[in-house]
């Protein structure tokens, strides 16, 4: 095949999409399809049942997004799509980027049903019709058994992310949604390893499912990879060396425990670190100030399990350091994966002990390379002090409730207030609370001003995170 031959078989415009949604996406910077899009695209257009092995950031969001998109009719205001996705953040990514890939259509109603909000709100906003329903499994069943939702006019069912909606003990909840709609459908789905519940849910619930897998490599020149080797009780310690040595801007760091967690994120911000951590357990309030911070630059180094990060999807990360290694593989290739995308590079920095050779046996197997080990003792501190972020968070009180929108509060700060635009960053607009990342060294004074000024003529309470 000619390179132009290649090229013209990974763009858009080879698939049977409508002029309006092609010049859409390339509005929106889709040139070419992703690896994953180019495999699922053309069975999927024509209604087929897929199983699709495709991990976070791969781009199947898209994939599947254009597919429910294609089937549906938007004069008719029955729900004709439903993704069911394992936590909140990745439904509100996954409604996101369906909204945006729908505004070629006139119109397109996403509803997104998950826990952590008043049902009410989402009952109302169901009863003046919906197209498409994004939600996790618990929230959608809910709504389902208070007769708020109906699927009688379903056309897709996708599963997003459905490994981690089995490890998260979904599958009779998937079954029974499942079972609510029309048997003749399409279904959808997607999974970055394959538990044996998959096989289980494809025979309950899809036709002839086609498998499509797309290798989970990436390239060796993107990411940097580097091994040490620690003994035990250096591990904490040895993590705050990499990060002196190599200040990375933003870092993802993985442990296999929520107590390793806490022990790090302790040991890091008794270091001067600017650290937060990410389990299981934590409150979704509090999960979501903290990824917020971490989005908005204003936390150096998440620290999280894998249960956790899930569905995650940060922006410009410079590094993932492996605190212990994963047992599993596939794991390990996720988890670094999260770095060195686009045309960023990355660097993966893994510490482990003698315990965990076997681990790094099988991670040298699937990625088909050698490890490169450096001694930890080669680390040298660079200039610059404890690694601080860029950014601080100020929370105000007050949110979509109270009509606030992200362009109020940067008119007030940029306004009467005096910052410069440059001086502000992401501004994230939650349902009662609004947060304002702010470059570090005028924090303080940007509560001040707002808690002596107005925004959009009202005056607000502000504190800084």
Not at 237 to 251: I, K, N
Not at 272 to 280: P, R
Not at 302 to 310: I, M, P, Q, Y
Not at 344 to 366: H, R, Y
Request: proline share 4%.
């Amino acid at each position: 095949m000619t390179s132009t031959a290649a090229h013209r078989a990974t763009d858009f415009s080879a698939l049977a999409l409508s002029p309006a949604t092609l010049a859409n996406l390339q509005q929106l910077g889709y040139l070419q399809m992703t690896p994953i899009q180019a495999a699922s695209l053309p069975a999927a257009l024509q209604g087929q049942d897929l199983i699709a092995q495709a991990s976070t950031g791969s781009g199947k969001t898209a994939a599947f997004g254009l597919a429910l998109l294609a089937r549906l009719n938007p004069r008719c205001f029955g729900v004709q799509a439903l993704v069911l996705c394992p936590t909140r953040e990745l439904a509100d990514q996954v409604s996101a980027e369906i909204r945006r890939l729908a505004r070629a259509e006139d119109n397109i109603k996403v509803v997104t049903l998950c826990g952590g909000v008043p049902l009410r709100g989402q009952a109302q906003s169901l009863s003046h019709g919906a197209h498409i329903v994004v939600g996790t499994p618990g929230r959608v069943m809910d709504h389902l058994e208070r007769q708020n939702l109906s699927l009688d006019q379903l056309n897709t069912l996708v599963l997003d992310e459905a490994d981690r909606m089995l490890d998260m003990g979904f599958f009779d909840d998937i079954a029974t949604v499942a079972r609510q709609c029309p048997k003749v459908r399409q279904t959808l789905l997607f999974s970055a390893t394959y538990p044996e519940g998959i096989a289980k849910l494809s025979q309950q619930f899809m036709k002839n499912p086609q498998q499509i897998t797309v290798q989970a490599q990436h390239s060796a020149s993107k990411i940097d990879q580097r091994w040490f080797e620690v003994k035990e009780s250096q591990r904490l310690h040895a993590v705050g060396q990499l990060l002196a040595h190599f200040r990375p801007e933003s870092t993802l760091a993985f442990c296999n425990t929520k107590q390793q967690c806490r022990d790090l994120v302790e040991v890091l911000q008794a270091q001067g670190v600017g650290a937060l951590a990410l389990y299981g357990e934590l409150e979704q309030r509090e999960r979501d100030q903290v990824l917020v911070q971490f989005a908005n630059r204003s936390c150096a180094v998440l620290v999280a399990t894998d249960v956790a990060a899930r569905g995650l999807d940060i922006a410009q990360l410079a590094a993932v350091i492996n605190v212990d290694v994963t047992p599993d593989p596939e794991v390990h290739i996720h988890r670094i994966g999260r770095t060195g995308r686009g045309d960023a590079e990355g660097l993966a920095l893994n510490l482990v002990s003698m315990d965990e050779m076997g681990s790094v046996g099988k991670i040298e197997v699937l990625q088909g390379r050698p490890s490169e080990w450096t001694p930890l003792a080669e680390l040298t501190p660079a200039p610059g002090g404890p690694l601080l972020p860029p950014m601080a968070t100020v929370q105000i009180i007050g949110g979509r409730k109270e009509k606030i929108r992200a362009g109020d509060v940067l008119g007030a700060l940029t306004g009467e207030m005096g910052f410069t635009r440059e001086q502000v960053g992401k501004i994230n607009v939650n349902e009662f609370s609004t947060y304002v990342a702010v470059e570090r060294g005028i924090a303080e004074q940007v509560v001040h001003r707002l808690n002596t000024g107005r925004v959009k003529g009202k005056s607000v309470k502000a504190r800084l995170v």
